[in-house]
């Protein structure tokens, strides 16, 4: 009995030690590219002799270009901010509507929107342009954020349904039977049991569209509207004969850290919402 408990033991301790040193190595290789970044945005130079100025001036050549950084993480911040509630107030009113009422056609709408992710998104950009022309909203930060919102719609619908789905009736039962409304409920109660899902949604729409690049390029023509990939293509074509590997890492660095600083801050609510949304259904 008790070498039948020792050998237990011994599997574990060594199945403990298997995952964790599997998990340290994918851990370094995920992070070396990071670490990679940051060292070179302070001690890259040019590439054209090697000689050029290190430190912090790699980062001042950067915010010196164009119309400067502030304004491409301005646009950038817009577009994000404008998708992420723009997928959000779209997904959870359907996602709560397909998850709790019955009307004809529901399934047909479901899939419809899913079948979105079917199609190349490439494809549909230059009808989008003309779209987006004849209504004004060419060379504009909020049409550049719908088509976005668009894109992000089949994803955001799947998880809100599911998340919806998830929750108990009998809450939505009891809010109504104190006289809530269908809307008071879905405000005071239901969103509450979604939220990490709302999480899930928003980050995935961040994400999304603060790194979009091919939407951005196609949709927008004036160079003070620019998000922050597109100037950093702009300012690696701008040197002609030679490429700024040292400022192009400090844009990449000051790129990455909105996005590790929102997961950071969020990723406990980012793994409850796969769980209670992606894997239901």
Known sequence: MSQHVGSMRLRRRATGAGFYSTSSVLAVL???????????????????????????????????????????????????????????????????????????GKNILFMATLAILMIPHPTILVPL???????GLQNNLVGVALVLIMFQLPFGLFMMRNAFESVPREFEEAALLDGLSNFGS????????????????GMFSFLASWNEFLAPLIFLSDSSKFTLPIALVAFRSSNFDS????????GIVISAIPCLIIFTLLQRHYVRGFASGALRG
């Not at 490429?243 to 400090?250: E, N, P, R, S, Y």
């Open 30 to 104: 995920f992070l070396a590219p990071l670490v990679w970044s940051l060292v070179s945005s302070f001690t890259g130079d040019r590439a054209s002799d090697g000689h050029g100025p290190v430190g912090v001036a790699n980062y001042q050549r950067l915010f010196a270009y164009g119309e400067g950084v502030a304004t491409y993480l301005l646009n950038s911040a817009v577009v994000s901010t404008i998708t992420v509630a723009g997928t959000l107030f779209v997904t959870v009113l359907a996602g709560y509507a397909l998850a709790r009422f019955q009307f004809p």
């Open 129 to 135: 342009y003309t779209l987006l022309k004849a209504i």
């Open 186 to 201: 879905l405000r005071r109660v239901l969103l509450r049991a979604v939220t990490p899902a709302m999480v899930t949604v």
């Open 243 to 250: 490429v700024d590997f040292g400022a192009l890492q400090a």
